[in-house]
Antibody, heavy 119, light 106 residues
Framework: EVQLVESGGGLVQPGGSLRLSCAASGFTFSDHYMDWVRQAPGKGLEWVGRIRKKPNSYTTEYAASVKDRFTISRDDSRNSLYLQMNSLKTEDTAVYYC??????????WGQGTLVTVSS | DIQMTQSPSSLSASVGDTVTITCRASQDISKSLAWFHQKPGKAPTCLIYDASSLQSGVPSKFSGSGSGRDFTLTISTLQPEDFGTYYCLQYKSYPLTFGGGAKVEI
């Protein structure tokens, strides 16, 4: 069974940093690209970014709203995905979901972790 | 960026009904479209990918069609567990973009 479990969310002040983690199990993690998707309270879904597999040099893509502030990384030996968030803004407040890459779409999602940016 | 417009944004339906939700892309995305269902407080689940392929484990009451700019999700024989919000997602080009959602109330 595919399982994705996010952790690391919490309350952080504007301008602060936070690192989210996602522990994957039930599939060969290294065979899949991985995405982060977020959802602000009461709002729709917003794609945050993607990290490709080793054969694609672990290259990344980001939404304009987070580019140069957020960094996605992975550790295939630990079956783990990460999201380093710096210079956080109040508008970054959201539930952050870790998702597995299917063909070219997110096919499995974690339960999400809430990040609240507030003073 | 490619804009995705869903309609209707909300609808009410009865158990047993057939419901149709549409998604229009601001430019041609071929068949690079997925549909997701989200219940309140839960993570989304993938229903359809590549516009019309059923995600593994998803019942055949869900079907997708379309290509280019216009896409449709059809839910037949609506059941109480089908309430929630449905989102489309284009993955033709970066950034990936979601539609605004269609809330289905039973």
């Amino acid at each position: 069974e595919v399982q994705l479990v996010e952790s690391g969310g919490g309350l952080v002040q504007p301008g602060g940093s936070l690192r989210l983690s996602c522990a994957a199990s039930g599939f060969t993690f290294s065979d899949h690209y991985m995405d982060w998707v977020r959802q602000a309270p009461g709002k729709g879904l917003e794609w945050v970014g993607r990290i490709r597999k080793k054969p694609n040099s672990y290259t990344t893509e980001y939404a304009a709203s987070v580019k140069d502030r957020f960094t996605i990384s992975r550790d295939d030996s630990r079956n783990s995905l990460y999201l380093q968030m710096n210079s956080l803004k109040t508008e970054d407040t959201a539930v952050y979901y870790c998702t597995r890459g299917g063909t070219y779409h997110p096919d499995y999602w974690g339960q999400g972790t809430l990040v609240t940016v507030s003073s | 960026d490619i804009q995705m417009t869903q309609s209707p944004s909300s609808l009410s339906a009865s158990v047993g009904d057939t419901v149709t939700i549409t998604c229009r892309a601001s430019q041609d995305i071929s068949k690079s479209l997925a549909w997701f269902h989200q219940k309140p407080g839960k993570a989304p689940t993938c229903l359809i990918y590549d516009a019309s392929s059923l995600q593994s484990g998803v019942p055949s009451k869900f079907s997708g069609s379309g290509s280019g700019r216009d896409f449709t999700l059809t839910i037949s024989t609506l059941q109480p567990e089908d309430f929630g919000t449905y989102y489309c997602l284009q993955y033709k080009s970066y950034p990936l973009t979601f539609g605004g959602g269609a809330k289905v109330e039973i």
